[in-house]
């Protein structure tokens, strides 16, 4: 059964990078064809996609964060991972990463990870 | 961007009741590509609804979705216990601009 689990610091200071890893078990990333997501969850925004990443390293961003994002797939680690530079509080909420559904670049998402909680606060 | 708008922002019934939460978008979603997720407290959003009509693998019955264009509906055919929760809709059909509405929240009266 396919797992994810993030993690990563749960303190950021602003204006520093939040980085969060996404551990992928019961499943690889290589060649699994799927688009794999990291989603955030804030009380002033909601339910937001960050973007989406395939194993082969192709991304697409939300174009609201695209200048301050990165992510990519270590498939050699089966992980994902997720950089946001510049923080600051409206960056603070809970990070998910999630497959989707189908193997298309915009798609639904049916495997969720449990969830980090990151806070950015000096 | 398409912004999809919920309604209502709370809903209040009890067990056994119908439930009916709306979505409306800014723009018409394209080929329906409009799900719908649960979400329990401390817990991921859960799939429910898929392509604004399909359930999503071990969904019950109770739950069904409808619609197109820019107004779409997900129905609770009897409210169930553990069906209060927060529910969000989201559209695929901009697969570059990903967007969800604001949620739902679905309170036991």
């Known amino acids: 059964q396919l797992q994810l689990q993030e993690s990563g610091p749960g303190l950021v200071k602003p204006s520093e990078t939040l980085s969060l890893t996404c551990s992928v078990s019961g499943g690889s990333i290589r060649g699994s064809s799927y688009y794999w997501a990291w989603i955030r969850q804030s009380p002033g925004k909601g339910l937001e996609w960050i973007g989406t990443?395939?194993?082969?390293?192709?991304?697409h961003c939300n174009p609201s964060l695209k200048s301050r994002v990165t992510i990519s797939a270590d498939t050699s680690k089966n992980q994902l991972s997720v950089k946001l530079n510049s923080v600051t509080a409206a960056d603070t909420g809970v990070y998910y990463c999630?497959?989707?559904?189908?193997?298309?670049?915009?798609?639904?998402?049916?495997?969720w990870g449990q969830g980090t909680t990151v806070t950015v606060s000096s | 961007d398409i912004v999809l708008t919920q309604s209502p922002g709370t809903l209040s019934l009890s067990p056994g009741e119908r439930a009916t939460l709306s979505c409306r978008a800014s723009q018409s979603v394209s080929r329906s590509y409009l799900a719908w997720y649960q979400q329990r407290p401390g817990q991921a959003p859960r799939l429910l609804i898929y392509?604004?009509?399909s359930r999503a693998t071990g969904i019950p019955d109770r739950f069904s979705g409808s619609g197109s264009g820019t107004d779409f509906t997900l129905t609770i055919s009897r409210l169930e216990p553990e069906d209060f929760a927060v529910y969000y809709c989201?559209?695929?059909?901009?697969?570059?601009?990903?967007?969800f509405g604001q949620g739902t929240r679905l309170e036991n009266k």
């Open positions: 999630a497959r989707p559904r189908g193997l298309w670049v915009g798609e639904m998402w049916d495997v």
């Open positions: 989201q559209q695929y059909g901009d697969s570059l601009a990903l967007t």
């Open positions: 392509g604004a009509s």
């Open positions: 990443v395939y194993y082969n390293g192709t991304t």
